[in-house]
């Protein structure tokens, strides 16, 4: 894990170079000449209008980025990999249009769309599905400042995923072109994107697995940068999994979550043997009423309560439902996490398979849409299994199954009526698109 790789000073010096300074001045002549060059080849047209919105992120980004990160421009590791699997994933697609026919500036301004209507997706997946846990309870101003802050990570596959196909689908109804062929020219390019957003998420340490003593398993550090080391710990600087495993008793011993039949109250449904927790008597399906004396109204209160025990390596006083009380041991926060499974590393081996798969179905398909078909088949079936091995995403709807898992139903679903679909049009392809290089 590297979450922050290095900073990027906003002056060298003494000559600014973020926010009104140099990065400015290039920017402001560079989108000065992109914009000529663009109207003298198409006017004012789709094309010059489709880069508009990235010239304007860019711009404020370069303008606003000292006000959200005053001590530097933080580069992470999960962004350079997000950045790399967009510019793999947008570089692929190139490669087949041209194959195809198709002129690479379409590609561009449909990158363009997907990548930013991906974004903003995967960011509001995230925050649906983590509200309880990250964002209830802040200031208005707390709250729209976290909901912002991507740099830290807080992306979700699927949400990226039905963001992208949103934007997809409007650029194809706007430019009128064929929309099950385009999918079919995306699909691979999308699973190399994702091999590396997943590479990302391993730097980043989300999307975390449960405890294995697999020979390859990995730890995650203690605190999520090194730049943080000199700093005072707290529960936002610790790594992902570090994190949640304190916060749920893991590394006492015990694992918390929350009741089969109601969220009012964190169950203990792991103790291991011979840990402060098993001598101090808790056993599985203990129900916790209060923590050192306050008392729990819910799994969350009782994770918070226990981190910020952990951190201060004070005794827990646990009060049992049943009117029980143990005292469990302090213990000594370690340096690293527990051994977990890599799930982004699978996930990454995963989307790999995956996008050499379409590259060489490509040839042979019979009709448009047969690769996008496979995608919603194969994809959804492998992310449901991998989310039995995650640990970072809890059950909802009360299915007993995570967010991730009811998607990936939806989408299965979606694929199989699409196969039929198929099954039901005449042969023929818009593109014979080859996978040799």
């Excluded at 002056?11 to 992109?34: D, K, R, Y």
């Excluded at 026919?101 to 599905?129: D, H, K, N, T």
């Excluded at 929309?179 to 020219?185: F, Q």
Aim: aromatic share 8%; with cysteine; charged share 15%.
């Amino acid at each position: 894990m590297c979450s922050e790789l290095f900073r990027i000073p906003y002056s060298v010096g003494g000559v600014p170079i973020f926010g009104v300074g140099l990065l400015l001045a290039l920017w402001a002549i560079a989108s000065a000449v992109t914009l000529t060059s663009l109207i003298r080849r198409h006017g004012w047209g789709e094309e010059t209008f489709g880069a508009l919105p990235a010239l304007v992120l860019l711009g404020a980004a370069i303008l606003f980025l000292p006000r959200v990160f005053p001590e530097g421009l933080p580069i992470r590791g999960y962004g350079v990999f997000l950045l790399l699997g967009i510019i793999s994933g947008v570089g692929l697609a190139m490669h087949l249009a041209q194959k195809g026919g198709l002129p690479a500036e379409v590609i561009l301004s449909l990158a363009i769309w997907m990548v930013v209507c991906g974004i903003i997706g995967a960011r509001l997946f995230f925050i649906v599905e983590y509200w309880n846990e990250k964002f209830a309870g802040l200031g208005l101003r707390d709250t729209l400042l976290e909901i912002i802050n991507i740099p830290e990570g807080g992306l979700v596959i699927f949400g990226g995923f039905l963001g992208a196909a949103a934007g997809f689908v409007a650029f194809v109804r706007r430019h009128k072109l064929p929309l099950l062929a385009l999918a079919d020219l995306v699909s691979p390019c999308m699973m190399v994107g994702l091999a590396f957003g997943r590479v990302g998420c391993l730097m980043n340490g989300c999307c975390y697995g449960g405890q294995t003593d697999l020979p390859w398993h990995v730890t995650f550090p203690k605190l999520s940068s090194p730049y943080e080391a000199r700093e005072t710990i707290s529960d936002q600087r610790l790594s992902p999994p570090y994190a949640d495993q304190a916060s749920r008793g893991e590394l006492h011993g015990f694992r918390i979550d929350p009741g089969p039949s109601s969220t009012e109250f964190a169950v203990v449904t792991r103790v291991d043997l011979n840990s402060p927790a098993a001598q101090a008597g808790l056993v599985v399906g203990d129900s916790l009423q209060a923590i050192n004396g306050s008392a729990l109204s819910s799994t969350r209160k009782a994770r918070n309560k226990i981190l910020e025990l952990f951190l201060t390596e004070q005794p827990l006083a646990l009060t049992l439902r049943d009117g029980k009380r143990l005292v469990l041991a302090a213990v000594p926060p370690p340096e690293r996490s527990r051994p977990v499974h890599p799930t982004q590393l699978y996930s990454a081996i995963d989307a790999a398979l995956l996008a050499w798969l379409l590259w060489a179905f490509l040839p042979y398909r019979s009709r448009d849409g047969q690769a996008i078909a496979l995608l919603l088949t194969v994809h959804p079936v492998t992310r449901f299994l991998l989310e039995i091995i995650r640990t970072d995403e809890p059950a909802v709807f009360g299915t007993g199954l995570s967010i991730s898992q009811n998607v990936s139903v939806g989408l299965l679903a979606a694929g199989l009526a699409l196969w039929w679909h198929l099954s039901r049009k005449p042969q023929g392809i818009t593109w014979p698109l080859c996978a040799s290089p």
